[in-house]
């Protein structure tokens, strides 16, 4: 098949990997990371490319994204079939399956996880911005990594009503009622107080990225923060059966004209809606 992908920049090297040892072809599109920050915006930038592929042209349209803070949510193809994996977020990607992925989130919450994509991007961008990943705490557990943004620009009122009463740093709890989770724990990790809701920095680890010594930097972020290092075994099998064409019904969703993605919150991540 041909197929066209549109993904995010944070899982480039393991989408490039997957399409070198598919028998498809596969013309890839990637978006800076970050859009997920900005629902609203990511969704509709994702929407135009669809909407830009020429009709007949591919066999499929491929999403390398996850639900990732709803952002997926809306999203229609008029034309070319639309393939996406049901994951919450990127994560999911790495650790080969959502059920994986939610045995992680489960035996341990208070982890942050480390891929080529988080700590290289910083790079891409030319910026220096802090080295975070993606945190899976129930306390603070949102879609975004939190560390690419001034927090004014994406609400102008969350720099500014951060303290409740007598000089107190508003709750988490609070913050999550006035702004949102998302804005909520982007708002915790910029002043400071992030760190102490986690207790372990873990590197999803891959033989192909070994030799970039991710190792040594995810120790590194570890001994600042006072955390426990651990690695994970990276799996390829969501990746690799998205490219290649294997598109079971548990694991990915197939939209059609006609349709459009929206959240379950269950099992099944997304689900189709005609309308």
Known sequence: MLLKMIACEIAFREMCMAAARSVNLIDFEFFTQGYHDNPDIGRALIQEKIDSVENGKYDAIL????????MLVGLTTHHIPLVIPRAHDCITFFLGSKERYMECYTSRPGTYYYTSGWLEYRKRKSER????????NPALRSDTSGAVENPQSRNPEVSQGTQSGYGRMKSYQELVEQYGEDNAKYVMEVLGNWTQNYTHGVLIDFDFTRHLNFRQQVEEICRQHGWEYDELKGDMNLLQ???????NSKDFLVVHSGEIVRATYDERVIDIEKV
């Open 63 to 70: 999403l390398g994204y996850a639900l990732c803070n709803n």
């Open 129 to 136: 911005v802090p080295a975070v990943g993606y945190g899976a």
């Open 241 to 247: 059966r998205l490219l290649d064409g294997d598109w």
